[in-house]
């Protein structure tokens, strides 16, 4: 079946302005991650959705940060007024409930001028 | 304070030699720990994993170490490939937080011919 799918695979924008990020996840997965590495770095964990709980938002670096995962299924990673230091690779996940494997989109790369 | 860490950025071997990856980890709470590998421009892909009630898991060319007592674990690949070259990141659960694993900063293996 389909992977985990992101959109769009790269994203240039001017800073100050606001961008979406989109994850398409595995189907039937329940629970979804979003994660970004900047250059040279390891993966920063941003955001975790499992299932109807409240997500845990203990990641997202700045009140500019937020995500929402619609019906179970499709999340979206919103960044606004966006900075410089926002550019790096995000990268989502997705995971079957009660197992630890992640399955990992090819990212998508935002660089802010 | 990383509770996940891979303290070589980079390591080199020649092809059909042993690569060995480290990893410490500083939160006894972990009970399920992961390896993936990343390929430029492509996301993390699941590797090998091990319980904490195993000390050793084997998968063909790959083997995972857990030391509890010493918060450590290693990844084993023998004989080594060039197509092993690759960033190799380990990674930490713990069930009551089912599914979140905290990642290090990875590992450059490259596989010389």
């Known amino acids: 079946g389909a992977g985990v799918s992101q959109s769009p695979s790269n994203k240039v924008t001017e800073k100050g302005k606001d961008v979406e990020l989109r994850c398409d996840p595995i189907s039937g997965h329940t629970a979804l991650y979003w994660y970004r590495q900047s250059l040279g770095q390891g993966l920063e964990f941003l955001i975790y959705?499992?299932?109807?709980?409240?997500?845990?938002k203990s990641g997202l670096p700045s009140d500019r940060f937020s995500a929402e995962r619609t019906g179970g299924s499709v999340s979206t990673l919103t960044i606004q007024r966006t900075q410089q230091e926002d550019s790096a690779v995000y990268l989502c996940?997705?995971?079957?409930?009660?197992?630890?494997?992640?399955?990992f989109g090819p990212g998508t790369r935002l660089t802010v001028l | 304070d990383q509770q996940v860490k891979q303290n070589s950025p980079s390591l080199s071997v020649q092809e059909g030699r042993i690569s060995i990856l480290n990893c410490d980890y500083t939160?006894?709470?972990?009970?399920?720990f992961l390896w993936y590998k990343k390929y430029p421009a492509e996301g993390p892909t699941f590797l090998i994993s091990?319980?904490?009630?195993?000390d050793k898991n084997e998968d063909g060319r790959f083997t995972v170490f857990l030391n509890k007592s010493a918060k450590h674990l290693s990844l084993h690949i023998v004989p080594s490939q060039p197509g092993d070259s690759a960033v190799y990141f380990c990674?930490?659960?713990?069930?009551?937080?089912?599914?979140?694993?905290?990642f290090g900063d990875g590992t450059t293996l490259t596989v010389k011919p």
């Open positions: 959705f499992q299932g109807n709980s409240a997500p845990d």
């Open positions: 091990i319980s904490s009630i195993k």
């Open positions: 990674a930490a659960s713990d069930n009551t937080n089912a599914g979140k694993s905290t």
């Open positions: 939160n006894s709470m972990f009970d399920y």
């Open positions: 996940a997705s995971s079957r409930q009660g197992y630890n494997e992640q399955f």
